[in-house]
């Protein structure tokens, strides 16, 4: 088999398999060059070379546009010094399995191939032999045996379970085989697995290396109370907590020591200890080559200017010194200056597919400690009619989002399959005279002033207790407000500190109502992230101890929800215990079409798209992406295959 | 005068056990801790955090613990072994962070400072000396203009014309190339590049204040009966002006001392955010936001300790420079 054909024939493979092609080691040896930011170092002998390096059967990256050459920096920045989690999007997404560019559905990646058993209770997951650490380690079962032993089922090290690999309380098995294969077992059917994984910084399993690990912790070795002692920590779980860093993504990216599986590690310290800047090299065991068979990724650094002030960074965007941005700077008020510096600063726009549910919910506490008020706002009619109220056109998409939007609920978004009209529309056109009929029918006592009473004689007061960092909020509040008057409804806005935000709202019963965002428009997401949909995460703002009664029934603070709303969470559950995608679609849609009936929130509009800048030689970058934490844009858009012309 | 000093230094001790004790009861005032603002930033780009990680990282910062015993531990550590506790932020000691925006924050600091003396100094004798003439006018108006301009607006502005008409990185102390670099001549002359825009910007308001405080001073002097008859006796004008009236102007200066030294560490905070710099100020704003609060505490009493030893020197320069003045 000559060179030509075989690049031939893994470009069809890699066709036909998607990205996960089969390619036997001795053809890498003879095709794959040696990067010459590493060259040095295996002329030294310091690393063995890159044949040596790769997996026996590599992960075969299919470009975007066209295959590239390795070099170059990646030019970026970080915003607020202290804050990491940005990393993950640029240099940490490598899960067992990672969402598709489309975010359609899951591929392999670190895992080599994984398999599911008809009723979901099974998982087995197929590691790449010859996989390594970023250290030269060998990567296997070992290391998700440790993860398994030392932290997932350790009371001691571990901070709170997730939720996704547990069962009725029960938490995962793990069988390991052999040296590359493991299964995860169940009590009960549990779906979502590996959509679970692919969310960013959910995957452990992929970030516990044993062998640097092991040290910190008292079963493997006996000294490490003293080892703690002698780093300025309290005791052995302190350290091994801050040296796994699952805590936090701060604590996670700040260790440079732990060795990864990602495409750049930080070498010259770790991020943040550098005020001015960041560097991460390249990793030269990353597992992963492009159809002609280099190494990825191409660029050999990933260089983050830390800033202090989104203003600054706009500036240095302005001046061509960031190559990609989606963050930060991208607002809606920035648009028409980013275009002016189109040319000068040599870049161009891309899409960013918002995937919110809402610009903003209205959110009722329904589980409120007063009784009358909590009554009231169970009324299903009152919060359609406070609904009905809202002049959307006027409010958030003539005045705040500058022509952008339609008027919708928090809801599904049309080009989705799951799209539901109803729950979409329904109540969203502006019609004051049926709201004030419905109100009638509610509360028909007035006081002087013209606002209506309760039950207990008392003014209907709403309010909306906002944290103030939310300003496109307090600019809609500042129109809704007057709206919600005309209909005799005395609706307040309390603006407050994020901290005493968090602290009256996350953590309290009192308020009575609150407004916020984000939830999930389309697919796999909103599945995962159902918050305005059913009641079952603590981002459920709208019924706290409805929410908190799906996780933990017995918790005092928990309230038994209503029958309809009981069966809804029952369906959720079913949904998060079924693997088949079909049957997953099929009880999502059972879902918005009850969440249509319940209408626990009402919002305004579904988001316009967003934007994001990119310079004109970089190659390979989609056109349109999806803007989410979950899929950590840029991350599956794989920046391992970008590089610059 | 070493027992007055003795004296003075011994009084700081229960001035700095009080300044420590409000300062951290000051960080506890705000609703919620570290985890709540963590929680909440986390939250907001997406995560989802189960309720009882959000129950264990208190624990493990050790935040059900009364706040008397939180401050205990913490002021023990200091007291017992100069460990000022770890930042839970930046997962490092609170020591260590300090330390290494020092060298920075006291560069440009001290560079600012030197600024303002350099510039106010000549203005405020010249337009104390020739009152209400045209320069005098034009230097108050400018001055005025440099109280008035919020620094930060300042800032921007420059930094867009520096952008704009100069075409040079903006923000930071130095381009991205040279960040790592090691001392170089091309660094230097890229520091200074950048450091015009710091200097100019923190020292406005500075001068300006400077300069109407020894116009006024000055001119006070500059009527009394000893000036005039100087003069009188034909003592020429720059020996009248310098010898006798500036030295008694001179004393707000002095006095100033004792602000000046915490200043350096975080009286720039507002510039230091918009322009990007390393310095202590974004640092310590940083901590209050997310309510690191033993890198904030730690702060702020190193601020007081600051402000302590500026005043103790004021005073005793204060004695050097007018003899009227005697230690009680």
């Excluded at chain 2, 730690?298 to 300790?305: D, E, K, N, Q, R």
Aim: hydrophobic content about 45%; charged content about 20%.
């Amino acid at each position: 088999m000559n060179g030509i054909s075989r690049r031939a024939f893994i470009a069809a493979s890699a066709a036909a398999f998607g990205s996960a092609a089969l390619l036997p080691r001795w053809a890498l040896a003879q095709e794959t060059g040696e990067s010459a930011f590493l060259q040095s170092e295996v002329d030294a002998g310091n690393l063995p070379p890159v044949a040596d390096r790769l997996p026996t059967n590599p992960l075969v990256i299919t470009p975007l546009e066209r295959p590239g050459t390795q070099g170059g920096d990646w030019r970026h920045a970080l915003v607020g010094g202290g804050s990491l989690s940005m990393l993950v999007r640029y240099q940490g997404y490598e899960p067992l399995v990672r969402f598709d560019p489309e975010w359609s559905g899951v591929i392999p990646n670190v895992a080599e191939s994984y398999e599911v058993n008809a009723d979901a209770t099974e998982y087995t997951i197929k590691l790449r032999e010859g996989h390594k650490w970023s250290d030269g380690q060998p990567y296997t079962t070992a290391d998700i045996q440790f993860w398994y032993d030392a932290y997932f089922n350790d009371e001691e090290t571990n901070l709170g379970s997730q939720p996704f690999l547990e069962v009725d309380g029960a938490k995962a098995e793990l069988e390991v085989i052999d040296e590359t294969t493991f299964k995860l077992k169940f009590a009960g059917p549990n779906g979502f697995v590996m959509q679970q994984l692919a969310w960013a910084q959910q995957d452990q399993l992929t970030r516990a290396p044993k062998h640097y690990l092991e040290k910190f912790h008292i079963r493997y070795n006996p000294d490490a109370d003293a080892l703690a002692k002698e780093q300025g920590v309290e005791s052995w779980i302190a350290l091994f907590q801050r040296e796994i860093g699952f805590q936090d993504d701060n604590t996670f990216f700040q260790n440079a020591n732990r060795p990864t599986l990602n495409a750049w590690v930080f070498t010259s310290g770790a991020p943040g200890q550098n005020t001015e800047q960041a560097i991460a090299t390249r990793n030269p065991y990353y597992f992963k080559v492009d159809t002609q068979g280099t190494q990825l990724p191409y660029f050999d650094r990933v260089v983050y200017q830390m800033v202090a002030d989104p203003e600054v960074l706009l500036l240095k965007t302005l001046q061509g010194e960031i190559d990609m941005m989606d963050q930060y700077i991208a607002t809606p008020a920035n648009r028409p200056t980013l275009y002016d510096g189109m040319q000068t600063g040599d870049y161009q726009f891309y899409t960013l597919r918002e995937t919110a549910a809402n610009v903003m919910a209205f959110q009722l506490n329904l589980n409120h400690v007063d009784e009358t008020k909590r009554a009231l706002f169970n009324t299903i009619e009152f919060r359609q009619a406070l609904s009905l109220a809202v002049d959307r056109q006027a409010l958030s998409i003539d005045a705040v989002f500058i022509g952008q939007g339609s008027p919708a609920q928090p809801s599904i978004i049309e080009s989705d399959p799951l799209y539901n009209e109803r729950l979409a529309k329904q109540f969203t056109e502006y019609d004051p005279t049926t709201a004030n009929t419905m109100l009638d029918a509610i509360a028909p006592d007035r006081d002087g002033e013209g606002y209506r009473l309760d039950s207990q004689g008392r003014r209907i007061s709403i309010i909306f207790e906002i944290d103030q960092t939310r300003t496109t909020f307090l600019d809609m509040f500042e129109l809704a407000i007057p709206m919600f008057q005309a209909v005799g409804i005395d609706v307040q806005m309390r603006t407050m500190d994020r901290s005493l935000w968090e602290e009256r709202v996350r953590r309290g019963r009192e308020y009575d109502a609150t407004a916020h965002q984000f939830g999930a428009n389309s697919g796999i997401a909103a599945m995962l992230d159902a918050r305005f949909f059913v009641p079952t995460n603590s981002n459920c703002f709208y019924a706290p101890g409805w929410s908190l009664y799906y996780t933990q029934p017995d918790n005092p603070a928990a309230i038994e929800p209503p029958d309809d709303v009981k069966a809804q969470q029952e369906l959720y559950r079913d949904l998060t215990g079924t693997a088949d995608p079909a049957q997953q679609s099929t009880i999502m849609a059972q879902i918005l079409e009850n969440a249509a009936d319940l209408f626990f929130t009402f919002g305004v509009s579904l988001p316009a798209d967003g934007y994001g800048i990119v310079k004109n030689q970089m190659v390979n970058v989609m056109d349109t992406m999806p803007n989410s934490f979950g899929w950590p844009t840029p991350g599956p858009a794989r920046p391992e295959q970008f590089f610059k012309s | 005068m070493p027992q007055y000093i003795l004296k003075r230094v011994l009084y700081m001790i229960p001035t700095l056990f009080g300044l420590s004790l409000i300062a951290f009861m000051i960080i506890q005032l705000p609703p919620g801790d570290y985890v709540t603002s963590m929680i909440a930033s986390m939250q907001d780009s997406g995560a989802n955090v189960d309720p009882r990680q959000v129950e264990r990282l208190r624990e493990i910062y050790g935040f059900n613990d009364p706040i008397w015993l939180q401050y205990l531990k913490w002021i023990g550590g200091i007291l017992t072994r100069g460990d000022f506790g770890y930042s839970f932020e930046w997962n490092r000691p609170v020591a260590d962070l300090i330390w290494e925006r020092m060298g920075s924050t006291l560069a440009i600091s001290v560079a600012a400072l030197l600024f303002v003396w350099a510039v106010a100094l000549p203005i405020g004798i010249y337009s104390a000396v020739r009152r209400h003439s045209v320069g005098d006018y034009v230097f108050t108006f400018i001055g005025f203009i440099g109280l008035a301009v919020p620094n930060f607006i300042l800032a921007l502005a420059l930094m867009y014309m520096s952008y704009r008409y100069f075409g040079q990185s903006v923000g930071g102390l130095f381009s991205p190339e040279y960040v790592d670099a090691p001392w170089s001549w091309g660094k230097f002359v890229d520091l200074l590049a950048h450091l015009w825009i710091p200097i100019i910007v923190i020292g406005t308001s500075g001068t300006a204040a400077m300069i109407r405080v020894i116009r006024a001073n000055l001119s006070d002097e500059l009527r009394k009966p000893y000036v005039i008859t100087a003069k009188a006796k034909g003592l020429p004008e720059h020996k009248v002006v310098i010898k006798y009236p500036l030295r008694i102007a001179l004393n707000p200066f002095v006095s100033a001392i004792g602000w000046v030294l915490p200043e350096l560490v975080s009286g720039v905070t507002i510039t230091a955010i918009v322009l990007n710099l390393p310095t202590a100020g974004p640092l310590l704003l940083r901590a209050l936001i997310s309510q690191d609060m033993y890198l904030a505490g730690s702060f702020i009493l190193l601020m007081g300790v600051l402000t302590l030893v500026g005043m103790l020197i004021s005073d005793l320069l204060l004695a050097l420079l007018d003899p009227r003045i005697r230690f009680t």
